[in-house]
């Protein structure tokens, strides 16, 4: 289980819910990416077949690259050097709340000079860019982009910012990690249990500028950043295997 199937599909229909329930009961074993959404899958049926299975990343793509390689790759891309380079990763979606962004990023940019990157496409761009006009962002929307770029895009990066409504584990998170960069974040589903809870933020009518301050505080020194131990796909892998052999009763 990934986090919509879990979050919000059951509520959208009662056969939704009720198909869910039933799959969660029936099923040998229930594997859910993260502990918040397996917490949450106790409100349709408490059971005793669930499991976290963390998500791993790709170390060979995903890395820190050196200075030589982020100069090569931001003089590429056209990305300014002499200001912080801060940037939204994903579907400009209602869900992933990114309307909320350019007052974020105004506030910010009174502290540091700012270059918003927008990565990603959607059906809120038109909404998003009339925002960052009225709030006079500097920003640059890059639409979609081929998953082989986006090592290189995240090291030229310094923070990855995601303040969505509802999550189950982002790759993203575990991505920007494993490159290196630091990121800020709503406190959503398994987002902290990746980045850790004070690199999050309560979605709470002080989110903005509490998600601003805490931007600003995290660019005001280096961040040192990994990924967790657990997440790796050796990890999952054990995991995944020991399930199996239980279920098989070996």
């Known amino acids: ?17 009720e198909l869910t329930t039933s799959i969660i009961q029936n099923a040998n074993a229930n594997c859910f990416v993260s502990r918040d959404l397996m917490l949450k899958s106790n409100v ?36 300014d050097n002499n200001v912080k380079n801060v940037a939204f990763l994903g579907n400009l979606f209602h869900i992933k709340n ?4 350019p007052s974020i990023f105004s506030i910010v940019q009174k502290k540091y000079p700012l270059q918003c990157h927008f990565i990603g496409s959607g059906s809120l ?5 009339r925002l960052c006009i009225e ?12 998953s082989e ?54 979605l709470n009518r002080n989110f903005t500028e509490n998600m601003a301050n805490l931007i600003i505080e995290k660019l005001s020194k280096p961040q040192n950043v990994s990924v967790p131990e657990c997440f790796s796909w050796e990890t999952t892998s054990r995991t995944e295997c020991n399930i199996i052999k239980k279920i098989m009763g070996l």
């Open 1 to 17: 289980w990934h986090g919509s199937d879990i979050h919000t599909l059951p509520y959208i229909s009662p056969y939704l819910k």
């Open 44 to 79: 349709l049926c408490q059971a005793n077949n669930k499991y976290v299975l963390y998500n791993g990343v790709d170390r060979m793509k995903f890395h820190k690259f050196n200075n030589f390689e982020i100069k090569r790759f931001k003089k590429e891309y056209n990305i």
């Open 98 to 101: 990114v309307l909320c962004l």
């Open 125 to 129: 761009k038109n909404d998003l860019e």
């Open 135 to 146: 709030y006079k962002i500097n920003y640059r929307f890059w639409g979609y982009q081929n």
């Open 149 to 202: 770029k986006m090592p290189s895009i995240i090291n030229c990066m310094d923070m990855i910012i995601l303040p969505s409504y509802n999550e189950g584990l982002p790759l993203v998170s575990l991505e920007a990690l494993a490159c290196g960069v630091p990121m800020v974040a709503s406190r959503v589903g398994g987002i902290a249990e990746a980045i850790g809870e004070e690199n999050t933020v309560s």
